[in-house]
């Protein structure tokens, strides 16, 4: 049994500072980059991030959902909804709380009139069909490539 609801991420990042350590180890096998999160960053779009958190009975955090809801870049007229983390301790995973942080993060959207919703999918952790459920089309697949400094070569 869980619950989830949007919390203040300045308050709660300290306690899901072990999940997201937890995330990053999970994705590391996929790149060579580390995580350096700029927390400043995150907390300077207070206004446009929604940070959901699934809590255990104990209200211990269990996963966390984050996303950015703002004008698009390429549509000035459209405000979409871009998922950035999301993460479940493993022992928690289900379908069913999946779709609990995927429908409560799309009703915030609709709340703030969002027209779009931009997901993606991890190769290592593959949740497409999951997305095709929820009425998820799937646009674009992305490609990524871990760029290491050239020696003698710096941005001037």
Request: hydrophobic share 50%; glycine share 4%.
């Amino acid at each position: 049994m869980y619950t989830i609801r949007a919390e203040d991420f300045e308050i709660v990042l300290p306690e899901l500072l072990p999940l997201v350590r937890a995330l990053w180890a999970e994705l590391s096998a996929q790149s060579t980059m580390p995580m350096t999160p700029d927390w400043e960053v995150y907390k300077a779009q207070k206004e446009r991030l929604v940070c959901l958190v699934a809590r255990d009975l104990a209200s211990a955090p269990i996963g966390f959902w984050w996303m950015f809801i703002g004008p698009e870049l390429h549509n000035k007229n459209s405000i979409a909804a871009y998922k950035d983390l999301f993460y479940v301790l493993p022992e928690a995973r289900s379908a069913s709380l999946f779709y609990a942080f995927l429908t409560k993060a799309e009703c915030l959207a609709r709340m703030v009139n969002a027209q779009r919703f931009f997901i993606g999918d991890k190769i290592a952790k593959p949740l497409g069909p999951l997305f095709a459920r929820k009425g998820f089309a799937q646009h674009e697949t992305v490609w990524v490539k871990d760029l290491k400094p050239v020696e003698g070569l710096q941005s001037e």
